[in-house]
C-alpha cells in the first residue's frame, strides 16, 4: 500500500511541476515580449528560463521515479525536458541575433501546447 500511495503522491508533484513550466513559459513570453519594448527585463527572462528548465527535468525525474507503466506519461516528459533545453540553449547561443526571436517564439509556443497536452496524460485523481 505504502508504495501506491508514494507513486501517486510523485506523479501529483510533476503534475504541480507541469504546471509551474506552463506558468514559467507565459512569464518567458511576457518578459521576452517587453525587452522589444524597453523594458529592462533580461534577467527575468534567462532567470524564468533557467527555473523552467530545472522544473521539466524535475518532472521527468518524478515521472520516472514514480514508477508508473504508462509510456505516453514518460514519453511527454521527456519530450518537454528535450523541447525546453533546446529553446534554452537558442536563447543562450542566439541571444544576439534577433531575428532568431521569432524561431524562439514558435518553440515557445510548441512548450506551451506541450505542456497542456501533458496536464491531460496524468491520471485522475480516483485512478491513481
Not at 507503466?69 to 534577433?98: P, R, V
Request: charged share 10%; net charge neutral; glycine share 6%.
Amino acid at each position: 500500500m505504502e508504495s501506491e500511495t508514494s507513486n501517486a503522491n510523485l506523479l501529483k508533484y510533476a503534475r504541480w511541476m507541469v504546471i509551474a513550466v506552463i506558468v514559467l513559459t507565459l512569464s518567458q513570453a511576457s518578459t521576452g515580449l517587453s525587452q522589444n519594448y524597453g523594458s529592462a527585463t533580461a534577467s527575468s527572462h534567462a532567470l524564468s528560463a533557467q527555473l523552467g528548465l530545472v522544473a521539466c527535468i524535475v518532472a521527468a525525474v518524478l515521472v520516472v521515479m514514480s514508477k508508473t507503466d504508462n509510456s505516453k506519461l514518460k514519453g511527454m516528459t521527456f519530450g518537454l525536458a528535450t523541447a525546453w533545453l533546446i529553446q534554452y540553449g537558442m536563447g543562450e547561443m542566439f541571444a544576439s541575433m534577433t531575428w532568431i526571436a521569432h524561431l524562439h517564439a514558435v518553440i515557445a509556443m510548441g512548450i506551451l501546447l506541450h505542456a497542456t497536452a501533458l496536464l491531460r496524460a496524468f491520471p485522475a485523481a480516483s485512478d491513481a
